[in-house]
Nanobody, 121 residues
């Protein structure tokens, strides 16, 4: 069992940066694939980024490639999403997830409650 709690969301102007964190509890964190997803109002949840168990492989949606960076610290049971050059279309609730496969589409068993990111133009 893994519990996930996101933080770091907020309101930022276009072009700005935010760093999301997802703290996890549970013995399997260090061997889990981790991912970030987002859901904008009226839209389906979409993949943003993922990372394998040791950080050796990362994957990104085309819409965020070059702007967002996913990383993890297994010693702190935390996964991060550094978001730079934010755009209004990045506005969404961001969720972290833990599971078995990082390569998209991935396989995720546990989800956090989400954190709101709002980018103003």
């Amino acid at each position: 069992q893994v519990q996930l709690v996101e933080s770091g969301g907020g309101l930022v102007q276009a072009g700005g940066s935010l760093r999301l964190s997802c703290a996890a509890s549970g013995r399997t964190f260090s061997t889990s694939a981790l991912g970030w997803f987002r859901q904008a109002p009226g839209k389906e949840r979409e993949f943003v980024a993922s990372i394998n168990w040791n950080g050796g492989s990362t994957y990104y949606a085309d819409s965020v490639k070059g702007r967002f960076t996913i990383s993890r610290d297994n010693g702190k049971n935390t996964v991060y999403l550094q978001m730079n050059s934010l755009k209004p279309e990045d506005t969404a609730v961001y969720y972290c997830a833990a599971g078995r496969v990082a390569r998209p589409p991935g396989k995720y068993d546990y989800w956090g409650q989400g954190t709101q990111v709002t980018v103003s133009s």
